[in-house]
Each structure stands twice: as C-alpha cells, then as structure tokens.
Nanobody, 122 residues
C-alpha cells in the first residue's frame, strides 16, 4: 500500500521559513516523479513544484520561484520543500504527490499524502 506522509508544517510570521518533508512507503520511491501542491480555503489545488525521478527536471511555480526549493533523497525515500521568504498568500494545506509522469496538474499524480497545514501571519 502506497503511503505518503507530510510533516513540517506550522505557523510562521511573514518572511520566515519552513521545511516540509514527505516520507514515502510501500512504493519504489526512486521510480516516481514527485510534486508539491497546495490548497487554500475556497480555492482549487494548485501546483507548487515538481521533480523528476532522478532529481532533474525541477520546476517551480512562478509564485514561489526564488523562494521555495524542491529536492529529493532517493536513499531515504524523502521529498522535501524548503520554503523561505514566506508570505501570507502561501497559507494553505500542502500536499505531496507521486506519479508515473511529470506535470503540473493534480490529475498527473496517482498518490497523495494527507496534507500539512502552513499558516503565515503578516
């Protein structure tokens, strides 16, 4: 059974930093494209960043480029998202996702974590 478990969310003031982690189990992690999405109340789930199975193909959404960094460790089966310069607009539930193809749509990913809340106060 594939499981993705996010951690590292919390509350922070604007300008602060958080580091999210997503631990995978029940899956050969290194075979999958991985991504982070987020969903704010009343809004659709939106793409944040993605990374190819081999650590290449890194892409960040325009709204987070230069502030967030996606990475992965295939030895530990962990996906990470370093978030710096957080803004109130970054407040959302953050989800990690795994899939057989890379993309920016939620439909491109078959497996999802339960999400972790990030709250940024101004």
């Amino acid at each position: 059974q594939v499981q993705l478990a996010e951690s590292g969310g919390g509350s922070v003031q604007a300008g602060g930093s958080l580091k999210l982690s997503c631990r995978a189990s029940g899956v050969t992690f290194r075979n999958y494209y991985m991504a982070w999405f987020r969903q704010a109340p009343g809004r659709e789930r939106e793409f944040v960043a993605r990374i190819h199975w081999n650590g290449g193909g890194v892409l960040h959404a325009d709204s987070v480029r230069g502030r967030f960094t996606i990475s992965r460790d295939n030895r530990l089966d962990i996906l990470r998202l370093q978030m710096d310069g957080l803004q109130s607009e970054d407040t959302a539930v953050y989800y990690c996702a795994a899939g057989g193809t890379s993309g920016k749509s939620p439909g491109d990913y078959a497996y999802w974590g339960q999400g972790t809340q990030v709250t940024v106060s101004s």
